[in-house]
């Protein structure tokens, strides 16, 4: 029984900053990478950023240099700092991980709750 809890979440104004956390919790294995993903109103569900178990990111285009996703692996806890905020970046983000259920014996994605971000004056 694996539960992703998002946070960090807020109102902040264009150029400002957040820290999203996605705490893992119960016990997980095999996890290929934990990535985190985005939806705005009336748009697709976009990945925003990954990483895998090695440590190796990938930024979307959209978001290169303003935002940086990393980990703690100690506190089972994947980060995605966010600067430069711009209104475009308002959406839910939605932390995920692709990772191994003991239970169904496959592989498949996890999902948190999400956790909302407005950028607006």
């Known amino acids: 029984q694996v539960q992703f809890v998002e946070s960090g979440g807020g109102l902040v104004q264009p150029g400002g900053s957040l820290r999203l956390s996605c705490a893992a919790s119960g016990i997980i294995f095999n996890i290929n990478s934990m990535g985190w993903y985005r939806q705005a109103p009336g748009k697709e569900r976009e990945l925003v950023a990954s990483?895998?178990?090695?440590?190796?990111?990938s930024h979307a285009d959209s978001v290169k240099g303003r935002f940086t996703i990393s980990r703690d692996s100690a506190k089972n806890t994947v980060y995605l700092r966010m600067n430069s905020l711009k209104p475009v970046d308002t959406a839910v983000y939605y932390c995920?991980?692709?990772?191994?259920?003991?239970?169904?014996?496959?592989?498949?994605?996890?999902w948190g709750q999400g956790t909302q971000v407005a950028v607006s004056s």
């Open positions: 995920n991980a692709d990772a191994y259920d003991s239970k169904l014996h496959r592989y498949r994605a996890y």
């Open positions: 990483i895998t178990t090695g440590g190796t990111t």
